[in-house]
Structure formats: structure tokens, C-alpha cells
């Protein structure tokens, strides 16, 4: 069971935090429609600006870990911007390996990933902000590498999630965008 540190100190030795609630929305609606917290906007990415999407918002990501308030939680059950930028660094390695599933099988079947396990096994709150910006620009690159190799006739190929929902590589790119770009808002705002 998770025990409770202080919700607003920087101590990275401190008892493990308080794990938020699960989030089990569907998200996949935000490859068609507008996503009213933080503005994204599939419908205006194209598929082949996603490499440099990517790369733009890790490199906001790697602002956000150079904050001085980069371990604290805003609230005992809201990850820190620290541990937001680990899971980001995670949904691009992630991401990057079911694209490129997508473009090597014929309709990869993707298990849930569980978020919040990967979280408390990753001791996210733990990491050090600068090794993880690294990380994160090596997991961005990496996908985005992922996504400016797909070649015009692999927009389209087939993949699903273990929960039958399914997507294209192009609409797997935006979902996985707006996951970027919405944790992005949720640390700035």
C-alpha cells in the first residue's frame, strides 16, 4: 500500500505518495474532436508534421524539468511535473513501439498499459530531473525517427488496443500527440 509524504516538499527519500485516482476515460475521441481542456486539435495535425511535433513539445518538456518546483505536487493526489515528465517519457517509448508494431505486423493487438503501476514501479517521483530530461529527448527522438519513416502508404495500417478500440498509424501519431500536449497543460496550464 502507498503511504503519504508531503504533498507540497521536494524529498525525494520521503514516503511514497499518494497514488491518483485512476484515469480510465477513453480518451480516443480526441482524434476526431477538439480536446476542451487543453485546445488540441487533431483535425489541424498532419500526419507528417508529427516528428516535428514531438520534438517540440519534449523540448517544452525538458523546460518544464529545469522548474525549481519540478517535485512538488500541486495537490496530494496530482503527479508533480516530474512525475508527469516521466510518464511522458514512457508514452513515447511506448508509442514508438506500437507505431512501429503498426508499420512491421498486420494489425498488432496492444495490451493496456497501466499507467499508474508503471508509475509507482518506476518511483517516478524519484528520478532525477536532469538524467530524465535526457531520457526524455532519447525516447522523443526515437519516435520521432519512428514517425518520419512512415512511408506515404503507411498512414492507413491497422493496429487496436486490447479493448477493441482502433487506429491507424496516423490517429495512434495524434492521440499520442495530445497525450504529450495535454500533460503539458496539465504542468503549465
Do not use: I
Not at 40 to 45: E, G, I, M, R, W
Amino acid at each position: 500500500m502507498l503511504g503519504r509524504r508531503e504533498p507540497y516538499g521536494d524529498d525525494v527519500n520521503a514516503l511514497d505518495p499518494v497514488a491518483p485516482p485512476p484515469d480510465d476515460k477513453d480518451w480516443t475521441w480526441v482524434v476526431r474532436d477538439r480536446c476542451p481542456a487543453c485546445g488540441f486539435d487533431a483535425a489541424v495535425v498532419a500526419p507528417t508534421a508529427l516528428p516535428a511535433a514531438l520534438l517540440a513539445a519534449a523540448d517544452r518538456w525538458v523546460a518544464v524539468l529545469s522548474r525549481p518546483d519540478v517535485r512538488r505536487r500541486p495537490d496530494p493526489q496530482v503527479w508533480s511535473p516530474l512525475e508527469y515528465a516521466a510518464h511522458v517519457r514512457d508514452v513515447f517509448v511506448l508509442f514508438a513501439a506500437r507505431a512501429q508494431s503498426m508499420l512491421d505486423q498486420d494489425d498488432p493487438g496492444f495490451a493496456n498499459w497501466d499507467q499508474d503501476a508503471a508509475a509507482v514501479d518506476g518511483r517516478y517521483w524519484q528520478r532525477d530531473p536532469g538524467t530524465l530530461a535526457g531520457d526524455l529527448r532519447a525516447a522523443a527522438a526515437t519516435a520521432a525517427a519512428v514517425y518520419a519513416a512512415v512511408p506515404d502508404s503507411g498512414w492507413d495500417r491497422p493496429g487496436h488496443r486490447s479493448n477493441g478500440s482502433v487506429f491507424t498509424v496516423a490517429t495512434l501519431g495524434v492521440y499520442f500527440l495530445h497525450d504529450v500536449v495535454h500533460h503539458l497543460h496539465d504542468v503549465v496550464g
